[in-house]
């Protein structure tokens, strides 16, 4: 696991070690996000906060929002 970020594997760590309170139903996909895969794709270094400022044709995550 040499080749794995140091914060990934902190978040595998924190993930295993509350794994039940993470599958309960007061758990949310919302808080999954910000908890988990956000922080997961900052760390392989993508920008998910659109922290460079660019437009909305620019940017390197896009939100798709289901009705």
Not at 38 to 67: M, R
Request: charged share 30%.
């Amino acid at each position: 696991m040499a080749d794995v970020p140091s914060r990934v594997v902190e978040l595998v760590e924190t993930f295993e070690q509350h794994i039940e309170a993470y599958r309960s139903q007061q758990y949310n996909e919302t808080q999954l996000r910000r908890e988990f895969i956000d922080p997961f794709f900052e760390a392989l270094g993508w920008d998910v906060t659109n922290k460079a400022g660019y437009g909305l044709t620019e940017e390197e995550i896009k939100i798709v929002e289901e009705h």
